[in-house]
């Protein structure tokens, strides 16, 4: 019986009790977003000539719908346009929102031809000049609607432009909106004379009138501004006005947001998945064509066909109806590669998108799965060695060419990298056709190596160089035997050099190639070692100081190639913040650079990029390396309007409007 | 008892004194913490978030410079850490500067429920299973069962884990198919949920927070029970009531589909979790109650009569759960961090990997707001055990009082 009093039956009931009511009080309440919306096709820059499998059928879609998963590696962030464009713009964001948005002009698919899509006329207008300023009016179409039906019009590109202004919104905005730079004298350090737009402004309905404070070129205007992502007033100018500052608008939620393409964002389960729904789009059963020379046959859904791009020649690359055919497509997050692969054997999931691609030691996984397919693209990038060319031997032009000589790419592609890597001679590839200069060859392409190693003595000796002992090739050891020593130009020898390249726990092609370029410029007599270096740290030297030697990085790029200006134009040095890390000078480029950045007219720019390319070439900044190709895998139920072109399917989001499922 | 227990607290009181003294000691080693986290992140060679707006020859330099003095990061080092400072001690913690403009607190809000469930969920059967076999071990001395469940443990211990985790996937996800191969939930189930994964993550956490302490109670207050049979028949009732009360309560409640699909998501990582750890309890158990078994209370009490089981449960095990109790409570303090392996592993979103990719982007507000809630958890456990053992061990509480 004492005991029996000490047991704490109260206690313990209460404890019973308060806990079922804590976890009753769990609630009902919904955390999960829902809303409407949906997408347009946009993108970004170039020209492009891949051939393609297409769709067979090209019918209007109809009521046949299926949904399809997509695995993606990282979750999203947010369910914000403005904020993907700003602060969040991650691929995988983009995959998400980024068909959301309407635009005046656009790129298709898989050529890049720049087409209209809010516009009437096929080409921007280029405008006039008003004074100081230059005018550009822009007559829009009608009968375009948002996802819930109001009308798409001249009044959201107005707003848009304005909230990217008003707000200060930075990121890939002040990318897409060139603005001008402002007169407050607190900002006299800006360049103000640099060309920017100055006001977007709707004088009706279907009118838009962009003034810059100067003449925009193709990158401003073309590439620029007539493309910017265009966002619906009606929804979120109520959250603007009530919006205190960017922060404020940019952490509310895009839950609602209509949209002007296939798809609306429906909901996401944070870290598991996301879900857009196929949704009312004006541009449905509308036909698309486009041919090997780029040019676009494009037939409304009331049946008007129009042309863009030039006259239609050549094989049919890409022939797509637009949908959405899919009632449903499904993001799955699954956190991880290995995850990926298992989801989309396993039948998870039906596409794994990624802008990474498919790492080829999945490959036979993947392959061994009778019902998924893999394809291959270009990548829009390239690897690269820099030299600095503000320091010795570095700035010698003839050193750089006989470094470049000694690189053999095809060897390095072929044999070592075997397939991993694709060689590479200019930073334009030949993937983005318009804009590649096809005549470029590498220096010394297509020699051996005993010819390379006699070109490359050839150069320096051209150059002026000497050496104490010459380099000779060794016919019997198939190798430089002896190896030059004390290499010198005007009596001035060589100090030990470097190139950083990333260690092999980072990216093995790079540190692979590093070796192996130490070791060529080792057979001339040049002192270089290649040093294993964290990518944060390349990054950090090659921005901002110029104490380095040579290094090995990669860019990612578009494919409109006003980046070639951004790397090589003496006025962007790197160790003034801009893009030109080798610090390259060079008056001619300069003026061609110049040139391009006015011109208004395709053909014009892509002579100058010859140019430019040219000079490059020559003059050796850079050494272009490779490439990667970029492999993705999907169900072979799933068909798409193309499955060749730069960077793939993922480089359109993975087009969903236009994916069908023959099942 | 009761009363000397009273003053063993009172503010002049020796322990008094010494838990004081304990909790100062916690602050200030928590400030040193958080102020060595800081320099370690910012020690990082290359700023990440400035190199990944430089990299992009879209942005104008006015967006980087712009994009930069939003996140702080335009100010000196120094002013950035005192800055930092003033608004976590004030219950700021600031913005992710890597998903700018969205709160750390939002972040960590999303994850951390998950975290917990999972591996609070691993840590209970990590603790059950390990202490009922080192029970068992020791009691079982050399014995063969001994022999077999030491080399599985130790070798499930030792094992790699990377590579056992994905063997149990290919097992029972791949090969069998009884198990999802990853996530903590699937889409089909959860696309019109009217509530959040979350939500039901917490419902779950806490109704199983309850009917664990209920029978854990319910039992420890069974054992002042002069009668065996009273004893048997409450622990009987407590567990009858507890997981009655339990699947009542989930059987009723509209939330159901999604706590089994939330279940079957934890089955495999918990069942791995729980097999690489619980030897680690195992092991201590066993030392522990082999300790136990040499004191004279342990023989007094077999000369006393009785029965075997009664001595292993009531007098051995109840005092080598000493230890255990204090390695559970520090292992309390790993639960919010998460596990950044098993999490990649099974593809769980939770603190672990949150951890990771903010340490890899230099995110330094979200890195340093998860090292810091790991840091506080854990000196908080280690405070917790120094009172524990205080208060359960005279030993030590004499000593402390010295």
Redesign the interface.
């Given at each position: 019986m004492r005991?029996?009093s000490?047991?704490?039956w109260r206690?313990?009931a209460l404890?019973?009790v308060?806990?079922?009511i804590?976890?009753?009080c769990?609630?009902?309440?919904?955390?999960?977003t829902a809303a409407p919306g949906d997408d347009v096709t946009e993108t970004t820059a170039g020209t492009d000539t891949p051939d393609t499998t297409m769709t067979d059928d090209t019918t209007p879609p109809s009521a046949e719908t299926f949904e399809y998963?997509i695995a993606v590696i990282e979750?999203f962030?947010?369910d914000n346009y403005w904020?993907y464009l700003d602060?969040?713009n991650s691929v995988y964001n983009g995959y998400l929102l980024g068909g959301q948005a309407a635009a005046v002009y656009t790129q298709v698919a898989p050529s890049f031809t720049l087409a209209p899509a809010m516009a009437v006329d096929a080409v921007p207008p280029v405008g006039a000049a008003d004074g100081d300023n230059w005018v550009i009016t822009v007559p829009l179409r009608e009968g375009m609607t948002w996802s819930d039906g109001e009308a798409i019009d001249a009044n959201d590109v107005a707003f848009t432009f304005n909230t990217v202004k008003d707000l200060?919104l930075?990121?890939?905005?002040?990318?897409s909106i060139?603005l001008a730079a402002d007169d407050d004298p607190a900002t006299a350090d800006?360049d103000e004379s640099a060309v920017g737009l100055l006001s977007v402004e709707a004088t009706d309905d279907y009118t838009v009138v962009y003034t810059f404070n100067g003449a925009p070129g193709l990158p401003l205007w073309q590439y620029g501004a007539a493309q910017f992502p265009v966002m619906p007033e009606h929804f979120w100018g109520p959250i603007v006005a009530s919006s205190a500052d960017a922060?404020t608008f940019?952490?509310s939620s895009g839950a609602g947001a209509p949209t002007a393409g296939g798809f609306t964002f429906t909901?996401r389960?944070?870290?598991?998945?996301a879900?857009l729904s196929a949704a009312p789009y004006y541009d449905t059963g509308a036909k698309t064509v486009v041919y090997e020379n780029g040019a676009v046959e494009y037939t409304s859904p009331a049946g008007v066909t129009e042309t863009y791009g030039g006259t239609p020649e050549g094989e049919v690359i890409s022939e797509d109806v637009v949908g959405p055919f899919a009632s449903e497509v499904?993001f799955?997050?699954?956190?991880?590669q290995?995850?990926a692969v298992?989801?989309l054997t396993?039948g998870?999931v039906d596409f794994w998108l990624t802008p990474l691609g498919v790492q080829r030691g999945f490959l036979d996984r993947i392959l061994a799965e009778s019902d998924l397919e893999v394809i291959t693209n270009p990548n829009s990038g390239f690897r690269y060695l820099s030299f600095n060319t503000r320091k010795f031997p570095m700035s010698d032009t003839g050193f750089r060419q006989a470094m470049a000589c000694m690189i053999d790419k095809e060897f390095m592609a072929n044999n070592v990298l075997q397939g991993v890597a694709i060689s590479l001679d200019t930073t334009v590839p030949p993937a983005n056709a318009f804009w590649h200069n096809p005549s470029i060859e590498a220096i010394c392409a297509g020699l051996s190596q005993e010819e390379r190693v006699g070109a490359a003595i050839q150069i320096l000796k051209d150059a002026g160089w000497t050496w104490d002992v010459d380099p000779e090739w060794n016919a019997d050891n198939l190798d430089v035997i002896p190896k030059g020593e004390g290499l010198k130009l005007n009596g001035e020898a060589i100090g030990d050099l470097t190139v950083l390249a990333p260690g092999p726990g980072y990216d093995p092609l790079r540190a692979t190639y590093s070796l192996f370029i130490e070791d060529w410029a080792q057979d001339l007599g040049i002192p270089l070692s290649a040093e294993p270096t964290?990518?944060?740290?390349i990054?950090?030297k090659v921005?901002g100081p110029t104490d380095w030697d040579m290094y090995i990085l990669g860019?990612g790029?578009?494919v409109f190639p006003d980046?070639v200006v951004?790397?090589f134009e003496s006025s962007g040095d790197s160790a003034e913040?801009g893009?030109n890390t080798p610090g390259f000078k060079n008056a001619e480029f300069d003026a061609l650079a110049a040139e391009f950045k006015q011109a208004t007219e395709l053909a014009d720019a892509q002579a100058l990029i010859f140019q430019m390319e040219e000079i490059i070439a020559t003059e050796v900044p850079y050494v272009v390396l490779f490439t990667t190709p970029v492999l993705e895998a999907f169900r072979n139920n799933l068909s798409f309007p193309f499955t060749a072109g730069l960077g793939g399917i993922q480089q359109w989001n993975g087009s969903q409007a236009s994916v069908r499922s023959s099942q | 008892m009761s009363g000397y227990h009273a003053n063993a607290f009172t503010k002049g009181s020796p322990l008094g004194r010494y838990v004081i003294k304990r909790f100062v000691q916690m602050v200030v080693l928590f400030l040193v913490f958080f102020a060595l986290s800081w320099i370690a992140l910012q020690a990082?060679?290359?700023?990440?978030i400035e190199?990944q707006l430089?990299?992009?020859?879209?942005?104008?330099?006015?967006?980087i410079t712009?994009?930069l003095a939003?996140r702080g990061l335009d100010k000196p080092p120094l002013e950035q850490f005192w800055l930092y400072t003033k608004s976590f001690f004030t219950g700021d913690l600031g913005?992710s500067w890597s998903?700018?403009?969205?709160p750390v607190s939002k972040l960590i809000a999303?994850?951390l429920p998950?975290t917990v469930m999972l591996f609070s969920v691993a840590l209970l059967f990590q603790y059950l299973v390990g202490f009922q076999a080192g029970k068992y071990l020791a009691w079982r001395r050399n014995k063969r069962g001994e022999i077999a469940i030491t080399i599985a443990g130790v070798s499930l211990f030792t094992v790699f884990y990377p590579w056992f985790g994905?063997m149990m996937?290919l097992l029972f996800?791949?090969k069998l198919g009884w198990v999802p191969?990853?996530?903590?939930?699937v889409?089909a189930t959860?696309?019109d949920?009217?509530?959040?994964?979350?939500?039901?993550m917490?419902?779950m956490f806490?109704?199983l927070?309850?009917?664990t302490?209920?029978i854990g109670?319910?039992s420890w207050?069974?054992s002042?029970?002069?009668r065996p049979n009273?004893r048997r028949l409450?622990k009987i009732g407590a567990w009858v009531v507890g997981l009655g009360?339990f699947w009542l309560?989930w059987a009723t409640n509209?939330?159901l589909v999604y706590a089994q699909d939330v279940a079957v998501h934890l089955v495999l990582p918990v069942s791995v979790l729980t097999m690489v750890g619980f030897a680690g309890v195992m092991l201590i158990t066993r030392t522990s109650m082999l300790e136990t078994m040499k004191e004279d209370f342990v023989t007094t009490a077999r000369a006393k009569g009785l029965s075997e089981a009664m001595v292993r449960d009531r007098h051995a095990a109840r005092t080598a759960l000493l230890p255990v109790s204090t390695s559970l409570v520090l292992a309390v303090a790993t639960v919010i961090d998460g596990g950044i392996i098993t999490?990649?592993?099974f593809?769980?979103?939770g603190m672990g990997?949150l951890l990771l990719a903010s340490v890899i982007s230099e995110d330094i507000p979200v890195a340093l707001a998860a090292f810091s809630f790991t840091g506080i958890l854990a000196l908080l456990g280690h405070f917790a055990a120094d009172i524990l053992y205080g208060v359960l061990d005279p030993r030590i509480r004499v000593t402390s009082q010295g």
């Open positions: 005991a029996s000490k047991f704490p206690f313990v404890l019973a308060l806990a079922m804590a976890a009753a769990g609630g009902s309440t919904s955390d999960t998963k979750d962030t947010t904020t602060t969040d200060g930075g990121g890939n905005w002040l990318g060139p800006a922060e940019e952490a909901s389960e944070e870290g598991a998945f879900r499904v799955t997050v699954t956190g991880g290995d995850q298992l989801a396993e998870e964290g990518f944060n740290v990054v950090e921005f860019w790029t578009g980046y951004d790397f913040g893009f | 990082i060679p290359g700023n990440s190199q430089r990299l992009n020859p879209n942005l104008p330099p006015e967006a712009q994009a939003r913005v998903r700018y403009p969205q999303e994850r998950r994905l996937i996800a791949v191969t990853n996530g903590f939930i889409e959860w696309r949920a009217p509530v959040s994964a979350n939500r039901v917490v419902i806490f109704s927070l309850a009917v302490a209920f109670l319910t207050a069974s002042r029970l002069d009273q409450v009360g309560f509209k939330y999490e990649s592993i593809g769980w979103p990997q």
